[in-house]
């Protein structure tokens, strides 16, 4: 199995790029998903998050309101690392699990376990390789007012929350560049994809050349 951990800042397009390595063959584990899961109700982290932000955060059906619990950590950074020390555990749980699922069914299956925050909480040692996909900032400003309807100042406010591309990039294994099509990034994402099938094939001949070759039998 080989695992790649698919990351990028906000607008950058990870979630297309998931979706074309699975056209390619991938299994897709999306963490940020699984992070939803961390404080479903009656779950430990649910109870968690309520202790730790109130009954505030519970809506109606009683569940956690995502945006309620948004609007108490976003820009404070106490609030936010109350909360990831809850979420980002679990998180890791879930993913590790759901990863196991896959080898178990498939050994050798190429898995891409997309999450946002994959840097940030210190998931390197649970991928083979750090894939990010990468847009400018101004590439980003522009998807978030032109196809999200975020205002010019709240889609600034998100990008400077994030992660800079250049932490990013220098973190990184291989970099996605995504300012153009989605058939630009189909194409990178085949070669980047046709690369790492020729490298895995390179490291199973050279694993058969250093076998230890059986002892023959003597009568």
Do not use: C
Not at 168 to 183: H, K, L, M, T, W
């Amino acid at each position: 199995m080989f695992v790649i951990g698919l990351t990028g800042g906000i607008a950058s397009g990870k979630s297309t790029a998931a979706a074309l390595l699975e056209e390619l063959g991938a299994q897709a584990i999306d963490a940020d998903l699984l992070g939803h899961r961390a404080y479903e109700r009656g779950t430990s982290g649910f109870e968690r998050v309520v202790e730790a932000f109130g009954r505030g955060v519970v809506g109606e059906e009683g569940a956690i309101d995502r945006r309620a619990l948004s609007e108490r950590v976003f820009g404070a950074p106490g609030a936010m690392r109350r909360l990831t020390d809850i979420v980002w555990p679990e998180t890791r749980r879930l993913a590790l699990r759901e990863i196991a699922d896959v080898r178990g069914r498939e050994p050798e299956a190429v898995v891409v376990l997309e999450a946002t925050l994959l840097l940030e909480a210190g998931w390197e040692d649970i991928v083979d390789e750090v894939w990010v996909v990468a847009v400018d900032p101004e590439t980003a400003l522009d998807r978030l007012t032109r196809r999200r309807g975020l205002s010019r100042e709240e889609a600034l406010r998100r990008i400077e929350a994030q992660r800079s591309l250049e932490e990013r990039v220098e973190r990184a294994d291989r970099v996605i560049p995504n300012r153009g099509s989605r058939a630009d990034l189909r194409r990178q994402l085949g070669a980047a994809w046709q690369a790492l099938a020729e490298r895995r094939a390179q490291q199973a001949v050279a694993r058969s050349h250093a076998a230890p070759t059986p002892a023959a039998d003597h009568a």
